[in-house]
């Protein structure tokens, strides 16, 4: 009898222990755009009430055109959110709010065009941009470790430079981690993280998470969940191959009509606003990831600074401010 007892007394301590192990801690952020002023209480609050935990902050620097070599930076007609001054004083703002920072340091190239198609027509070219971009990068790699970033990203969306110049990026790396001691990832976009070659020297594999899931109007949720599964395997297996956990360095969808179709399609595309397909696809993607154990979270695009005054249900653009997708990441977030 005092067996029996103790087996079950047993029992119910392991039960009891089971339902209170917490579940591990994800990265629950938020793209935070700067703007040409300082932040205070009032923009923080609205990411904290979101359950977020992390922001990422987003200097840009400026090239004029694909073949062009030089990087401008850190100038007057900078937005002060894109400044080293005003870099650490969104974080300092941010973090006393209990939110931590990823600062991920992007090129914009002029009319928008895309950066992973960014290609010099010489070696001289080349050359030259390597070492515009070593300057660019290790300036705020440096301001990365003085304000105590919890990850710094060291590219965004930039496979055509990868792809010609993989040497100089194993080489950047080793330098920039003479500078910054925290974690490191970089960014690939959806369709370049399966050949970036340096994932064994970073800390996390950063992928901006714009994966097609439907053809539809506006998808079911069964029907976007079943979009990502071969997407999902493709990054178990990354995880599996580099053993570092995969990072959403960015996600999210456009309030608009087929919004999976292509949900890397920027805001000078038009359409129908389609607040349901945004909310949907969110979901489906906090449903197939968030609770696997090799997804380490990410950061959903875009968060603006004036909450009151961006999004809401007339706006098609990414941003989820003022939509029920807003509502979708504050119950997910809230789970971590």
Excluded at 169 to 191: C, D, P, R, S, V
């Amino acid at each position: 009898m005092r067996t029996i007892f103790l087996m079950l007394s047993v029992i119910v301590l392991m039960s009891s222990c089971s339902m209170t192990v917490p579940k591990p801690e994800k990265i629950n952020g938020v793209s935070f755009v700067a703007s040409g002023d300082s932040i205070s209480d009032k923009h923080v609050n609205p990411v904290v009430k979101l359950n977020a935990n992390y922001a990422s902050l987003m200097p840009f620097g400026f090239i004029r055109d694909l073949a062009h070599p030089e990087i401008i930076y850190s100038g007057k007609r900078q937005w002060f959110g894109e400044t080293e001054d005003g870099v650490k004083q969104y974080a300092s703002a941010l973090n006393k709010k209990g939110i931590k920072i990823m600062l991920k340091p992007q090129i914009w190239v002029s009319r928008g065009e895309f950066t992973g198609f960014i290609k010099m027509g010489s070696e001289e070219d080349w050359q030259t941009l390597e070492q515009t971009y070593s300057k660019f990068i290790l300036e705020f790699a440096r301001i990365a470790q003085e304000m105590n970033a919890d990850i710094f990203c060291i590219g965004t969306e930039l496979e055509g430079f990868v792809d010609e110049r993989p040497e100089y990026w194993h080489q950047l790396i080793k330098e920039i981690k003479t500078i910054y001691k925290g974690k490191l990832t970089y960014a690939a976009n959806w369709n370049e993280f399966n050949r970036t070659p340096f994932w064994n020297e970073l800390d996390y594999i950063g992928v901006d998470g714009y994966f097609p899931l439907s053809q539809e109007q506006t998808p079911t949720l069964a029907e976007s969940r079943k979009g990502w599964q071969k997407h999902k395997t493709l990054l178990k297996s990354f995880y599996d191959t580099y053993r570092k956990p995969i990072l959403f360095t960015e996600f999210g969808y456009r309030s608009i009509d087929y919004a999976g179709v292509k949900p890397w399609l920027v805001d000078r595309e038009d359409g129908k606003v389609n607040l349901e397909a945004q909310s949907v696809l969110t979901q489906s993607l906090f449903d197939e990831l968030w609770d696997e154990e090799w997804f380490a979270g990410g950061f959903v695009w875009k968060w603006f600074i004036d909450y009151e005054s961006v999004g809401g249900i007339e706006n098609n653009r990414f941003t989820p401010q003022n939509k029920p997708a807003e509502e979708t990441i504050r119950k997910q977030y809230s789970k971590y």
